[in-house]
């Protein structure tokens, strides 16, 4: 049996992460294979997760009922423009900090913070 938060979400064949998936996400890496995150000329690293860069929100869709709310994270779902390569720290640390915090870490080399709500960029 899986803890609470396994049960909540469901499994990951249900939220989309099947079979279907699995090749997809193999295609991407495959013609894709470096970290959009971290990666640098200098300093490849590979990818080994796709990343929705906007969450489908598919359990939220699904528990509305709305048949064109699903539809419409479905289509996000799939969408390979949505999809970006990460490598597992960035997609399990950077990228969840990121979404949590709704800001853009770092800064430019001028030493400027990168995420435009920055008060200094304001």
Same mark, same amino acid.
């Given at each position: 049996?899986?803890?609470?938060?396994?049960?909540?979400?469901?499994?990951?064949?249900?939220?989309?992460?099947?079979?279907?998936?699995?090749?997809?996400?193999?295609?991407?890496?495959?013609?894709?294979?470096?970290?959009?995150?971290? @990666? $640098?000329?200098? +300093?490849?690293?590979?990818?080994?997760?796709?990343?929705?860069? !906007? #969450?489908?929100? =598919?359990?939220?869709?699904?528990?509305?009922?709305?048949?064109?709310?699903?539809?419409?994270?479905?289509?996000?779902?799939?969408?390979?423009?949505?999809?970006?390569?990460?490598?597992?720290?960035?997609?399990? @640390? $950077?990228?969840? +900090?990121?979404?949590?915090?709704?800001?853009?870490?770092?800064? !430019? #080399?001028?030493? =400027?913070?990168?995420?435009?709500?920055?008060?200094?960029?304001?």
């Amino acid at each position: 049996m899986g803890t609470v938060s396994d049960v909540r979400r469901g499994s990951s064949a249900a939220r989309g992460y099947g079979y279907r998936w699995q090749k997809a996400r193999d295609g991407y890496l495959s013609q894709y294979p470096y970290c959009s995150m971290c @990666s $640098t000329d200098r +300093r490849p690293v590979a990818a080994t997760v796709v990343d929705h860069k !906007t #969450a489908p929100k =598919l359990k939220d869709a699904k528990d509305s009922g709305d048949p064109a709310r699903i539809k419409a994270a479905w289509k996000l779902f799939w969408d390979p423009c949505n999809w970006a390569g990460l490598c597992k720290f960035c997609h399990d @640390s $950077t990228k969840q +900090r990121i979404e949590k915090s709704g800001r853009l870490p770092g800064c !430019t #080399a001028e030493g =400027l913070p990168l995420d435009p709500g920055h008060h200094w960029n304001r």
